[in-house]
């Protein structure tokens, strides 16, 4: 059963209007310990993910992925392989019925970075090429803190992802206005 916080999120449907923002790591795929996902070999989906992006795509008019890849600004990760990841990544989802209409990626180092979450600048590049997005019928759907800062920072509703660490739900309710254990479940809550 989902915990609100905050306000209680309409019924959707498509061309209702609503746009949702999708962290990577810790909510699309498994996070990887200590370090970044550098190969396509690397990047294995939770569980139900491809299953609740179908639904998502029934549900929002654009759905975008918006990440911080600080690996490729530290020269770990090659810009090269990150785009090769995503490309995948997107098949996999458009090939199960989902969709995804663009990922923004910051590979910025500094935490200044206007493109870095949680600042605003992956959210204004999306507004600014898919015009029609309105922030305050939109979603963000992570797995830290500052994922649900970017959220708050948009005017976006957040949905908090336990996945990866769950200790940040209760210290961050006032960023957060659901909770669930992960993306199947939001989805099927959604459905």
Known sequence: MPVFYKKYFPKLSKS?????FL?????????????????????????????????????????????NQRGVGRGITNEEDLKHIHRNMVEKIMGAGGNIDKVYYCTDIEDSSPNRKPNTGMALQAKKEFDLIDFKKSVMVGNTASDMQFGRNI??????????????????RQLIDQFFPDLIAYAKFLS
């Open 16 to 20: 209702s209007g609503y746009t949702l």
């Open 23 to 67: 962290d990577r790591d810790g909510v699309i795929n498994h996070e990887q310990k200590d370090g970044y996902i550098n190969h396509w070999n690397e990047f294995k989906f939770y569980d139900g993910v491809l299953e609740a992006i179908k639904i998502f795509a029934a549900k929002f008019d654009h759905i975008f992925i918006v990440t």
């Open 155 to 172: 005017g976006a509703y957040t949905v908090f992802l336990t996945t990866t660490r769950p200790e940040e739900k209760d210290n961050n």
